[in-house]
């Protein structure tokens, strides 16, 4: 049996982990969604119809790029695949569009959603806005006031922002927020989360739909060099952009690496390296590799980069690193910035800090590797950044 026919089993657990541990009332909300998921993902029409909105709305298929200038600087030969240039400036518009085609079929009327940096939110506010679905987004009182420009963008798409007030007032109450509000509505609204994280079937959902990165990169690669990469690499926060590339080259010889912020320091409280230094634990409904404090739960996390701001990832990646199929690295802060101004300077591109991780460690190993290819998968571009790198560091990069 091959891997995806194996993984997730039907309990939706990736090995030792992943799984549902979730109120009653809730799991009988997600067999729904499991089972609508099941029959109807599969349909004909469903199918054509995603296939013409990737076409058509979300400009796909984003080109294989090779970034000659950066290649010939740092050895190896280096391609990034261009999520930067998918509509809405990232792959998270990959699996919102999926999920929110889901509730239409499903006849839903409303998605709900918590998003922590506000990517998420303004991804799925589009889709809600493209299939004439209201959408309700939770949101921490503390992201709304740091996170103002998607605040903005998802009211104009004509999103409710509902603040959250209690606890620390950022992404973790937020989801429960978000959680609270679907339970009290599940017949009408579908919950949407962001990436390849919850209790099943979200993980397997969201690798299935962000899939198209990986199956259109393969072939575009291949068509470029008549080869397969020998090296992938991908930022991993959550790890829906990274399941998204790896997907399709897990059977594979390709060696895989999937980077993780090591922040300003390695200090628990200072990086969200959850591979490296996290254990099994759970958060969110399901088991993964967690950072936790001394008592178990979910510790306080930081990466330069917002999105890479979560102390659990995805079950299939917990499980991909016990079996040695990926290799779980890292990018400090420094490393990444260094990379967001190299890519932008050397190739025009100026990338998410989240996708500037990736870069980071393609650099590095381009130089170890010289004599290959590493093929990086670009999940944003950095306009969303770009105040906050000229306010904090502009000086160091010559720009104040
Ligand atoms: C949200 C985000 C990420 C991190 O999410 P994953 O689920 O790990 O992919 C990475 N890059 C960008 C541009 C993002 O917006």
């Known amino acids: 049996m091959g891997y995806f026919k194996q993984n997730p089993d ?37 199918i054509t119809e995603l296939r013409s909105i990737r076409k058509h709305f979300q400009g796909r298929p984003t080109p294989v790029y090779y970034a000659k200038t950066l290649s010939e600087k740092y050895g190896g030969r280096i391609y990034l695949k261009r999520e930067d240039l998918n509509h809405t400036g990232a792959h998270k518009l990959n699996h919102c569009m999926g999920e929110a085609l889901l509730a239409k079929y499903l006849g839903k ?7 922590g940096a506000g990517q998420h939110g303004v991804a799925l506010a589009t889709a809600a806005a493209y299939f004439g679905l209201e959408c309700e987004i939770h949101m921490g009182e503390v992201d709304i006031i740091k996170e103002h420009p998607n ?54 959902m969201v ?37 998204g590339l790896f997907s399709a080259y897990i059977d594979d010889e390709c060696d895989i ?39 178990g739960d979910p510790a306080p996390v930081y990466s330069i980069a917002s999105g890479l701001d979560y102390p659990g990832v995805g079950p299939e990646h917990s499980m991909l690193k016990d079996l040695g199929r990926v290799n779980y690295v ?32 393609a650099m590095k190993l381009a130089q170890e590797k010289p004599r290959q290819s590493i093929l990086v998968n670009l999940s944003g571009r950095g306009d969303k950044d770009l105040d906050f790198v000229v306010d904090n560091f502009g000086k160091d990069y010559g720009i104040l």
């Not at 429960?176 to 099943?200: E, K, M, N, R």
């Not at 932008?344 to 998410?352: D, K, L, M």
């Open 207 to 243: 690798r299935d739909f962000q899939a198209v990165v990986g199956v259109e990169a393969k072939e575009q690669f291949h068509s470029m060099t008549g080869e397969h990469p020998d090296n992938l690499v991908a930022c991993v926060g959550g790890g829906s952009n990274a399941m």
């Open 10 to 46: 039907s309990k939706g657990n990736f090995g030792a982990y992943g799984g549902s541990f979730i109120p009653p009332d809730l799991q009988i909300e997600m067999d729904k969604i499991t089972d609508a998921y099941y029959s109807i993902s599969k349909s004909h029409d469903f």
């Open 109 to 115: 009327k409303k998605l709900i959603a918590e998003t």
């Open 151 to 204: 605040v903005v963008r998802m009211k104009i798409l004509g999103a409710n922002v509902v603040p959250v007030s209690f606890g620390l007032k950022t992404l973790k109450e937020a989801v429960d927020s978000a959680f609270g509000a679907y339970l009290q509505d599940p017949i009408t609204s579908i919950y949407c989360i962001g990436s390849v994280v919850g209790p099943h079937p979200f993980p397997m």
């Open 330 to 361: 890292t990018a400090d802060d420094r490393e990444t910035l260094d990379a967001f101004f190299e890519l932008s300077r050397s190739e025009g591109i100026i990338p998410a800090l989240e996708s500037a991780h990736a870069v980071a460690y």
């Open 257 to 295: 690496y999937g980077v993780e912020p090591s922040g300003r320091s390695l200090t628990l409280g200072d990086h969200a390296a959850t591979m490296t230094f996290g254990k099994p634990g759970t958060i969110h409904g399901f088991k993964c590799y967690l950072l936790q404090d001394e008592k």
